[in-house]
């Protein structure tokens, strides 16, 4: 049988423009929320990390303070003078964290070469950006995030108060601030707090 000229036309047609838009719609969509999703999980998996480094530099110098009255502790009990126990609070020159306990500041502490009461490293802090600032160095002999270089800058800047609010009773407030350009940027923070009591007091007579 034989063709007719519109037959013929009929099989001969191609895609018509709609057809491709559509067509080019799809295919778009269908790669790029993929890639959507992808990309919004890794930045969340980037957030997590740098949420969690935060809490633990943070949990980090309240085990600081923590060791610090042990260390006292031992001295005293070694000694058996009670009037050890409780000698490294306050803002005067002679006590380890003496930076953290000046009404309106804050500090940042690592430990020193020693790792002791006597090598902490005291840092004031300011309203400046780079102040308490804290760098990385997988060189360090203790933790890896330091307060002073050698050491390559990090985000993480961490601020410490310490405040005597009862005799033998200390309260420790922790803020670590960084910036991130995840999530419309800004500067993110992390704050913990504790208490650390005297708790050895009833362990030495009073002098």
Same mark, same amino acid.
């Given at each position: 049988?034989?063709?007719?000229?519109?037959?013929?036309?009929?099989?001969?047609?191609?895609?018509?423009?709609?057809?491709? *838009?559509?067509?080019?719609?799809? =295919?778009?969509?269908?790669?790029?929320?993929?890639?959507?999703?992808?990309?919004?999980?890794?930045?969340?998996?980037?957030?997590?990390?740098?949420?969690?480094?935060?809490?633990? =530099?943070?949990?980090?110098?309240?085990?600081?303070?923590?060791?610090?009255?042990?260390?006292?502790? $031992?001295?005293? $009990?070694?000694?058996?003078?009670?009037?050890? *126990?409780?000698? /490294?609070?306050?803002?005067?020159?002679?006590?380890? =964290?003496? /930076?953290?306990?000046?009404?309106?500041?804050?500090?940042?502490?690592? /430990?020193?070469?020693?790792?002791?009461?006597?090598? &902490?490293?005291?840092?004031?802090?300011?309203?400046?950006?780079?102040?308490?600032?804290?760098?990385?160095?997988?060189?360090?002999?203790?933790?890896?995030?330091? &307060?002073?270089?050698?050491?390559?800058?990090?985000?993480?800047?961490? $601020?410490?108060? =310490?405040?005597?609010?009862?005799?033998? %009773? #200390?309260? %420790?407030? %922790?803020? #670590?601030?960084?910036?991130?350009?995840?999530?419309?940027?800004?500067?993110?923070? %992390?704050?913990?707090?504790?208490?650390?009591?005297? #708790?050895?007091?009833?362990? *030495?007579?009073?002098?």
């Amino acid at each position: 049988m034989k063709k007719t000229p519109n037959q013929q036309k009929i099989k001969n047609r191609g895609y018509s423009l709609v057809e491709v *838009l559509v067509a080019i719609t799809i =295919l778009i969509i269908a790669v790029i929320a993929p890639m959507t999703v992808a990309s919004r999980g890794i930045q969340v998996g980037v957030f997590a990390r740098e949420q969690a480094t935060a809490i633990f =530099l943070a949990q980090e110098a309240i085990e600081m303070v923590t060791a610090v009255r042990n260390e006292y502790a $031992l001295r005293a $009990l070694k000694d058996s003078n009670s009037d050890l *126990l409780w000698d /490294w609070v306050g803002n005067e020159a002679s006590k380890p =964290l003496r /930076w953290c306990f000046v009404v309106g500041h804050g500090c940042n502490v690592y /430990w020193g070469q020693g790792g002791g009461a006597g090598d &902490i490293v005291t840092e004031n802090c300011d309203n400046s950006p780079d102040s308490c600032r804290m760098f990385y160095n997988d060189s360090a002999l203790r933790g890896r995030y330091v &307060i002073t270089s050698p050491g390559d800058p990090t985000p993480f800047r961490r $601020l410490m108060r =310490l405040e005597e609010v009862d005799d033998g %009773v #200390v309260n %420790v407030r %922790v803020r #670590v601030e960084w910036g991130s350009n995840l999530f419309g940027g800004g500067t993110q923070s %992390v704050e913990l707090s504790s208490v650390v009591r005297n #708790v050895y007091a009833d362990l *030495l007579p009073e002098p």
